[in-house]
């Protein structure tokens, strides 16, 4: 049931980003318009979580470039961390780890064309949920912030290496991070 609400809301998001990409004058013949989908995973890294191990990660994402280097993205993230192994008194003890998940937006500020290797820096908001086996579910506003490089072919294929930081802040001043390293393919097939 989750999966198919984040694959709506991804395919919610390509759309929005597609008529965003709209330019107000010019045509697609001049490559005004740049819109794509696509996938990704490596890994992900708590960041100061004693509670979460490393592990794999993956997702999926879909971006519009806006306005000369302005550019937009919708993503779904899901880092399912392994288990956690405690040293205490008594030996050690092992817990079950936390599968996380971050729905994000974000705006881009990127050197990227029409084709070519670019960098890119990126910022905005989201929702992340914590999940654990016999604990309360946890889905709060998180924010987040990258950077980047993509090379774009002519054929409408990038490939995509992003480091990232999702941060959901708590009531009482604490945060909750996880940095993510991902690498992946985007398809532009709005170009």
Known sequence: MKQRTCLRFLIAGAVFLGILALPTSGSAAEGKIRAAAGVYGIYGIPALQE???AGPLYGAKARADLAGPLGAEVSFTSFPSGDITFKTQSGDQTTKGYSQSVIAADLILQTTGP????????GGIGSYSLKKDFAES??????NRGLGLEFRSNSGIAVDICGRLHAMPYENGGTHKFAAVQAGVNYYFLR
């Open 51 to 53: 509670n979460i191990a």
């Open 115 to 122: 084709s070519g290797f670019g960098i890119y820096v990126l």
């Open 138 to 143: 946890i889905s709060r506003f998180c924010y």
